[in-house]
């Protein structure tokens, strides 16, 4: 079966950096979307890796190792807004998405 | 402004009644999805459509329908709620996956259903 894990809740300090982590295993690999969802809200998109290495967009980066089926997202400097779930989704062969069930980051000042 | 629009926001029902949830997008994307999300678990597909005319079935389609008969509405039809189908359900839309990009889901803002 396709599956995608990452910790379903993590704490952490205003001001700080964080890295949330993903392990996947699907039929085949198409792309690993990070979405962000606070509370109430709909998912919006953070970041998507499709090679190996590292995607860097202001406080939020994005890492993907293919061979390992492990992405992670390092969100640094924290804010209090910052407090959130965060998504992960992998696009297997059939290009369909696989969602892990988020991993609700609580931010204390 | 440009989006994803469902309608309605909240919706408290009786078991056994039909009942259509609506979306509407103005971003002429060729897919659309319709998303149930539950406490603890990850955003299940229910129904998705990868062009006008077009459906196919998700991970869990059971007891829902959509119709897909233009570019921008994809209305989700449950026949006979039930109280597990209570729930918040999410529309998106996106590129064709696979065509160029990402094709990363744009989501409207959710539709809580409470069948009773």
């Known amino acids: 079966g396709q599956n995608i894990d990452q910790p379903t809740e993590m704490t952490a300090t205003e001001g700080a950096i964080v890295q949330i982590n993903c392990t996947y295993q699907t039929s085949g690999f198409n792309g690993l979307f990070w979405y962000q969802q606070h509370a109430g809200e709909a998912p919006t998109f953070l970041s998507y890796?499709?090679l190996d290495g590292l995607e860097e967009k202001g406080r939020f980066s994005s890492f993907l190792s293919r061979s390992k089926g492990y992405s992670y997202l390092l969100l640094k400097e924290l804010q209090m807004k910052d407090s959130a779930s965060y998504l992960c989704a992998v696009r297997d062969s059939n290009y369909q998405l696989i969602w892990g069930a988020g991993t609700k980051l609580i931010i204390k000042p | 402004i440009a989006g994803i629009t469902q309608a309605p926001t909240s919706q408290i029902l009786a078991a056994g009644r039909r009942m259509t949830l609506r979306c509407t997008q103005d971003?002429?994307?060729?897919?659309m999805y319709w998303y149930r999300q539950d406490l603890g678990l990850g955003l299940r597909l229910i129904h998705y459509s990868n062009t006008a005319g077009t459906t196919g079935k998700g991970e869990v389609p059971d007891g829902y329908s959509v119709s897909r008969a233009n570019t921008d509405d994809f209305p989700l039809t449950l026949a006979s709620a039930v109280p597990s189908q209570t729930s918040v359900y999410f529309c998106?839309?996106?590129?064709?996956?696979?065509?160029?990009?990402?094709?990363?889901?744009?989501f409207g803002e959710g539709s809580r259903l409470t069948v009773l």
């Open positions: 971003m002429r994307h060729n897919a």
């Open positions: 890796n499709v």
């Open positions: 998106a839309s996106s590129e064709i996956p696979g065509t160029g990009g990402s094709g990363e889901l744009f």
